[in-house]
Each structure stands twice: as structure tokens, then as C-alpha cells.
């Protein structure tokens, strides 16, 4: 912990207990507001809350995100001014299993995929949408890791993408009701369904082993074809929710009806293949800068948003200021950040931002807070006058550490992103000012 100099530390231990209350009742945004009295130091002694330093934002697009093991599928392509087009598929490969007897009087009828629901959704979904299934010509394997992330040595990311039939098995065109009384959409592929059928009635050697199994069907990708949608749908994923339905009938006095469930693989081999075009947008030259664009460029203003790899960047460049006097000692530091106005009407906000360190390569590392849990900060929002809209991060143990050799290095940072389990699995942006309203790194510290 960094600390200044000075006289009578006894005295400035019983005067930190008292300023630490103050510290938890409000705050305030100008300097030398507060003197403590003589009863405890000399009348000079203030507690001083600074939001004035310059905090310098930039955006950073990372090479790419994980997006296998999200249990989730977005198919679809949207496009704004803002984030540009983007569009999304999905890939993922069916389990194998011991299917069973199916009797030699069975009759096929029909076999579809289908695809649940969820909640998670960008764009219009008002307008019809088309979905469209391929066959792979490869399988899906994914990559070896360098280090384990988030319990797994392997991973598939949103540039990773694998061989397929460039026919479609099945396309339909729907109006999708993510919240209607219909729960799932049914993609037939009858053809497909027909062939495995016989061949798991017949006990053919492709379906006797998970190893024949996987090399007979390889898997498969869920796309909107050349279709330009105005919306990305985003369909359950799970093991026991993106299932391959086989119906048949057997005749008997009175028919029976049946069906065979072949559900998807493993979680990690499902992925979301995402591209996006940001050349009509403020960020088109970012790959061009080294996948960072200062907001000066970008009309004074940051971008986040999760499965593109978009990232806000705060640097702090005058913070070493803070060493140039003596007799003053940090209590508290909050980091406040404010959307952009109105830009959250169409697009809701996430409900908490997560907060990342930064060096000079843009490599990233969670920051921890006092339970050990990657540092958060809940949204904040004002349903009375709508203008004090924010996300504030409690940075104090950030600033004590890069204070504590005297030296504040310009090239740390820190950067926002969604939790690094939901980077790879959401589409949720955020817009904010270097301008009305600016970020503020906000510091509360005696000076004596």
C-alpha cells in the first residue's frame, strides 16, 4: 500500500477509521470537499475525491473467442451501423448409442431435426427467417490448448470452421416466435432420416461403433444460407435439447406410432462459426491498427460485444501525477462507466459488466475481488430521471497495487468485457463516451 509522508501516525490511524465511515455513507465528485477537525489532526488534513483524471478509451478486437461448450446455436446474420454485418453458424455432431431393435414391419415416416428456443436473440425477429441444414465432409475436432480454460484442455472458437456440402439437407422459412406459443422449429430431412433408419434396422456396420458411427456422420451446420435475415436466433444446445427425431409406425390392430431420439453429441464439439464485416462501420480500420482503435477515431466513443471479440480499453495516463506531492494516501477507487444515451432502446444492456487488467499487448487477466471471483460490476439504472445510467467497478486494490512502487506504468489498463464464460455465448454490446458523459476513474484520498 502506498502512503505519504508525514507526522503523527497514531493520529492518522484514528483519523482513517472516521474517513472510512465517510467514505461508505456518499460520495462526490469535486476536491476538498471534507476537512477533519482539530480534534483529531490539523485542520489542513481533507479528505479529497478527484473524477477529474484524464482516462483515455480505446476499442481492441481479440483474435478470437471460444464459443464450444455454450449450449447454445445462433444461426442467422444481422446488420447495423454500428457493429456492421454479422452472421453466425452453428456446428455439432450427433451421439452415438446403442439404438436398439426396430422391428422388420416397421414403417419410416418421417425425421427432422429439432431446434428449441431461447431467449437470446439479436435483431428483428418480426420478419420471416431461414434456417438451413448441411452435412459435414469432415468431422469436427477441436483444438489442443496451450493451458486449461474453464475446466477444458480442448476448445473450438468463433473463427474455427470445418468442411461441409455446400446443398442444403432441409431449409424452411418461418416466422420465428422466441416467445410464442410454438417452442422449437422442425427442419425435415426425410431423406437422411429414411437411410438411418434402414441402417439401424439392418444393424449396418456404420452404426455398430461410435468410431463407425462419428465417420458415417460427421456432423452437421446450421446456417441461413444466402438468405439475408434480419435477425440471429439462438437455439437451445444441450445434449438433450438440439435432438435428431426419427418417427416411424408399426401396424398393428391399431397403429403404433413411435419415435427414435438421437441426441447431439458432445458439448465441446458444438460451436458457433461467427463473421462480421465492420467496413461500413467507425471500427473498419481496426484490424489494420493492430486490432485497436482510440476513440478519438471512432467519434469519441468505445465498443463491446461479446461473441465478436469487441472490448472497451481505459488507460489512465495521468494517475502518475499523484506522485508528484507528498502527504496523501488512497482509500477508495471506482472506475464509473455510462452507456452511451439511447443506445441501449433497441439492445438491452448487459445486466453486469466484468473487468479485465490489460498490458501493453492487450493480454488479458480477470481481476479478482475480495472473495476471489472475477470483479463485476452490477447495472445500475435510473428509472426516475434516466440520466445516471452506470456500471461502477470498485478498482481500489488495482490502484493500490500499481501505486505501491510509486511508479503508475501508462501502458496498464484495463479492459471491459462480459464474464469470460459468456464472452464466447452472447451478443450483447455496449456503447460508451469519451465524451457527456465521460468514464471517470473517481479516487478518494487524505492529503495532509
Not at 464450444?68 to 442467422?76: F, H, L, P, R, T
Not at 434402414?198 to 449396418?204: E, G, H, N, Q, Y
Not at 447495472?379 to 497495487?401: A, S, V
Request: charged content about 25%; overall charge neutral; aromatic content about 12%.
Amino acid at each position: 500500500m502506498m502512503k505519504g509522508t508525514g507526522k503523527g501516525k497514531k493520529g492518522r490511524q484514528i483519523l482513517l477509521l472516521i474517513v472510512l465511515g465517510i467514505v461508505l455513507i456518499g460520495s462526490c465528485t469535486k476536491t476538498n470537499e471534507f476537512t477533519i477537525g482539530t480534534g483529531f489532526m490539523m485542520p489542513e488534513t481533507r479528505l479529497e475525491i478527484v473524477d477529474t483524471f484524464r482516462v483515455d478509451l480505446s476499442t481492441i478486437l481479440v483474435d478470437s473467442i471460444i464459443t464450444s461448450s455454450k449450449q447454445i446455436a445462433y444461426v442467422g446474420n444481422y446488420e447495423d451501423t454500428i457493429f456492421g454485418l454479422i452472421t453466425s453458424r452453428s456446428f455439432f455432431d450427433l451421439k452415438y448409442d446403442i439404438f436398439g431393435e426396430i422391428e422388420e414391419k416397421a414403417i419410416y415416416d418421417s425425421a427432422a431435426f429439432i431446434l428449441n428456443y431461447t431467449s437470446k436473440n439479436i435483431g428483428d425477429t418480426l420478419y420471416p427467417m431461414s434456417v438451413s441444414v448441411h452435412r459435414m465432409t469432415e468431422q469436427i475436432v477441436p483444438i489442443n490448448l496451450e493451458r486449461i480454460l474453464y475446466n477444458a484442455s480442448t476448445a473450438l472458437f468463433n473463427t474455427s470452421s470445418f468442411n461441409y456440402e455446400p446443398e442444403p439437407m432441409s431449409t424452411v422459412v418461418f416466422l420465428p416466435e422466441p416467445n410464442g406459443r410454438d417452442t422449437a422449429v422442425y427442419l425435415n430431412v426425410n431423406a437422411f432420416g429414411e437411410e438411418l433408419f434402414s441402417l439401424i434396422r439392418s444393424k449396418d456396420e456404420r452404426v455398430s461403433s461410435e468410431d463407425f458411427f462419428r465417420n458415417y456422420v460427421k456432423g452437421f451446420v446450421l446456417t441461413s444460407g444466402s438468405v439475408v435475415n434480419n435477425a440471429i436466433l439462438g437455439f437451445a444446445a444441450g445434449t438433450e435439447k438440439l435432438v435428431l427425431k426419427i418417427f416411424y409406425h408399426i401396424n398393428r390392430e391399431e397403429q403404433e406410432k413411435k419415435e427414435l431420439v438421437i441426441k447431439m453429441g458432445d458439448i465441446g464439439r458444438q460451436f458457433n462459426k461467427v463473421d462480421f464485416d465492420l467496413s461500413r462501420t467507425p471500427l473498419a480500420d481496426i484490424r489494420e491498427n493492430r486490432n485497436e482503435v482510440p476513440a478519438k477515431l471512432t467519434g469519441n466513443k468505445a465498443f463491446m460485444q461479446g461473441m465478436t471479440g469487441l472490448y472497451v480499453k481505459c488507460k489512465f495516463p495521468t494517475v502518475q501525477n499523484l506522485m508528484a506531492g507528498d502527504g496523501w494516501k488512497v482509500l477508495k477507487a471506482e472506475l464509473v462507466v455510462e452507456p452511451e444515451k439511447f443506445s441501449y432502446e433497441k439492445f438491452p444492456l448487459p445486466d453486469s459488466l466484468y473487468i479485465y487488467s490489460g498490458d501493453k499487448k492487450n493480454n488479458m487477466s480477470m481481476l479478482r475481488d475480495g472473495n476471489n471471483q472475477h470483479l463485476k460490476a452490477l447495472f445500475e439504472f435510473d428509472d426516475y430521471l434516466h440520466e445516471n445510467n452506470r456500471y461502477t467497478f470498485d478498482i481500489t486494490d488495482f490502484i493500490l497495487n500499481e501505486l505501491s512502487d510509486s511508479y503508475f506504468d501508462p501502458n496498464q489498463s484495463l479492459i471491459l468485457g462480459l464474464a469470460s464464460t459468456k464472452q464466447g455465448a452472447r451478443f450483447q454490446r455496449l456503447i460508451v463516451e469519451g465524451r457527456r458523459p465521460p468514464v471517470k476513474l473517481k479516487l478518494y484520498y487524505l492529503s495532509y
